[in-house]
Nanobody, 127 residues
Framework: QVHLVESGGGLVQAGGSLRLSCAASGRTFSNAAMGWFRQAPGKEREFVATISWSGRSIYYADSVKGRFTISRDNAKNTVYLQMNSLKPEDTAVYYC????????????????????WGQGTQVTVSS
């Protein structure tokens, strides 16, 4: 079983920044892609960003391109999400996950196909 712990969320004004972290432990896979998802109140969980093991293959949702940056530290089994120019519509609970395949596939994989999720971290952007 994979254990995922997200952190770094908080309350920020529009235009501000936050940096999220997610540490994975347990049954993690070598060469796995890692990614971020989010779920706003009353909405389905959606893909945000994913990064390959090497860090060379990265995908973003159109809604966050140019504002969010995903990165990872494989030695720590940790993935990060730097969020700049935050907007009220970015308000959501943010989750991370891992996938033993390509980041390209992870970017389109249905969220209900993941077996495990962490508790998430709340991001609230005020206008």
């Amino acid at each position: 079983q994979v254990h995922l712990v997200e952190s770094g969320g908080g309350l920020v004004q529009a235009g501000g920044s936050l940096r999220l972290s997610c540490a994975a432990s347990g049954r993690t896979f070598s060469n796995a892609a890692m990614g971020w998802f989010r779920q706003a109140p009353g909405k389905e969980r959606e893909f945000v960003a994913t990064i390959s093991w090497s860090g060379r293959s990265i995908y973003y949702a159109d809604s966050v391109k140019g504002r969010f940056t995903i990165s990872r530290d494989n030695a720590k089994n940790t993935v990060y999400l730097q969020m700049n120019s935050l907007k009220p519509e970015d308000t959501a609970v943010y989750y991370c996950n891992t996938y033993p395949g390509t980041s390209a596939t992870m970017s389109t994989r249905p969220v209900n196909e993941y077996d495990y999720w962490g508790q998430g971290t709340q991001v609230t952007v005020s206008s």
